[in-house]
C-alpha cells in the first residue's frame, strides 16, 4: 500500500534499504511508477556476507522493474540521489543540492591542504 499511493501522495522518489538477499526496493519498484533507490545494508549478523548479497539482490532486478542502486551502507548517497532526482524539476531542491555541493568542495580542498602539509601519513592517523 505504501508504495502503491507513493505518487498520490506527492512523494518525487523512494528509498529502499534492503539486508541479506532481501528485494524490498524491487518489490516497491513493481509497484511504482516513481523512481526507487535501493540501499544494500550490512547484515546485524556476522553470519551475511558484509552487504554483497544485498548488492546483488538488488542489481539483479528483472527488466521493466528499475532500481538505482547505491554503495553498501551509503544511504547518504541514496538521499543525495534522491534530490538530485527532485531538484530536475524543482529549481529550490537543485539551488540547495548546489550549496551542498559547492560546501563539500571547500571541504575537499581544506582536506587536500592538511595532507600536503603534513603528509598522508600524520593525516590517516588524525594527527592533524
Do not use: F, W
Not at 66 to 83: E, Q, R
Not at 84 to 109: C, F, N
Amino acid at each position: 500500500g505504501y508504495a502503491r499511493s507513493a505518487a498520490q501522495r506527492g512523494l518525487k522518489c523512494i528509498i529502499a534499504g534492503a539486508g541479506g538477499a532481501a528485494h524490498l526496493p524491487g518489490m516497491v519498484a513493481a509497484m511504482t511508477p516513481l523512481p526507487v533507490l535501493g540501499v544494500p545494508c550490512t547484515p546485524s549478523t556476522a553470519a551475511g556476507l558484509s552487504g554483497v548479497d544485498a548488492a546483488l539482490s538488488i542489481l539483479q532486478m528483472p527488466k521493466g522493474v528499475p532500481v538505482a542502486t547505491v554503495a553498501i551502507g551509503n544511504a547518504a548517497n541514496a538521499g543525495l540521489l534522491a534530490a538530485r532526482i527532485v531538484g530536475a524539476g524543482d529549481p529550490d531542491v537543485r539551488d540547495a543540492m548546489q550549496r551542498y555541493q559547492d560546501g563539500m568542495e571547500e571541504t575537499v580542498l581544506i582536506k587536500a591542504a592538511k595532507v600536503e602539509e603534513a603528509g598522508y601519513e600524520a593525516y590517516l592517523r588524525g594527527d592533524c
